[in-house]
């Protein structure tokens, strides 16, 4: 018996095993291979969600919640009491005290715990799930920068060679006497001004080509293309209208608020049974110095007089009432950003049809001047002009493209359909 006990107590332990931390990096690329073929928007949300290093931890972190359900859902421990008493005097025995008691409130608020437990890890999974959701559409955000960001840089390279080619023959003639100073230094300027803004656009390429190789976890050398993008799936209004209905049942985080919110209601309903007396019962044996055997029952009883239940039933009160608040304000917001964002799609759209509309004659207009510029037949200043407004159009195509892309990803996300579902079939933007 004296054997056996102590091997009971120690038969649920486990044995302690070092977990040394990692030395080098672990980039996806090295591990699974860097995409040899370029990647859709789908593609890149699926990479990032999968191999992003602030998800793997974040997934980590969650399941710490699923643990903590796991042990409320188990019975509170009895606590065993044990005394020994060795006399001092002979002719006496040994005493000792053997005990066995449980917290019967504990018992009492034991569902209400495990209930509010298991709400607090659905909202750990729920939170992750949209992590996951944000992070697919940050990745998103960044490819579709990337893809119209390059596609503006080799526009510029163009309209830039042009343009110095324009500044060699106003230099040529300019030595030669045939032309004004302020002719060939509104040449020069012209082409500083493209030089200038084919730099911006170099500059917004590379910073978002590099931070999306670290949200995928790519090595940094690796080389990343974009499929080219078409126009986006066109969001309509009645699309919209049944997005916002069915968004509270679909949309991680605000599942996870409810899921919070169930979690402090059961944190109320604690509360409010704590503020019964807590009673401990347990049983006893014993036997005295006289070699008395006795068996009894204990009963320790808390007593609330001084207000502290109520207290604390104020303040879980108090907290329903701000997550409740709270969860009001997330679908307010959400409906009001998603008609804001809606309207800007629809103004995009109207916008990028005018210019496709008015962008073949502009180019057409653009070549027929270049071949009379050649044959002497049109002045420097009206060539220039032309080929500067065919530039400042097609790069503004360019600018309403990528950001009518970036808010149907957006769109998408806040109506609970993420970019990964906005190219299904069954996507609800696709309805």
Known sequence: MRVALPLLLLGGCQSYEAVPLPEAPDFASARVGAPTKPLSLVEVATLAVRENPALVASRAKANIASAQAFAAGLLPDPQLNANLEHPTQSGHSEGYLLGLSEDLQALIIQPSREAAARAAADQAKLNELWHEWQTAEKASF????????????????????????EVERSDRALAAGNSTVEAAGTDLAAALDIESQHATAAGEALASDINLKQLLNLDPATHLVIADLPDPPEVTRDNVMDGLKNVVKTRPDLLALQAGYRSQEEAVRQSILKQFPAITFGFDRAAD???????????AVNLPIFGNAQAAIRIQDATRAQLRAEYQARLDSTTADAWRIWQQTQLLRKQIALLEQKLPAFRNAAKVSAQAHTNGDLDPATY?????????????????????????????TLLAAPIPTLESENSPLRR
């Open 142 to 165: 960044l490819a579709i920068q990337k893809s119209f960001s390059e596609r503006k840089v080799k526009l510029l390279e163009n309209s830039g060679g042009v343009l110095w080619n």
């Open 289 to 299: 110095a006289e070699n008395v055997h006795t068996i009894g029952l204990s009963v």
């Open 384 to 412: 220039l002009l032309l080929q500067i407004s065919l530039q400042t159009r097609e790069s503004e195509l360019l600018d309403r493209k990528a950001a009518l892309w970036s808010d149907t990803v957006a769109l998408g």
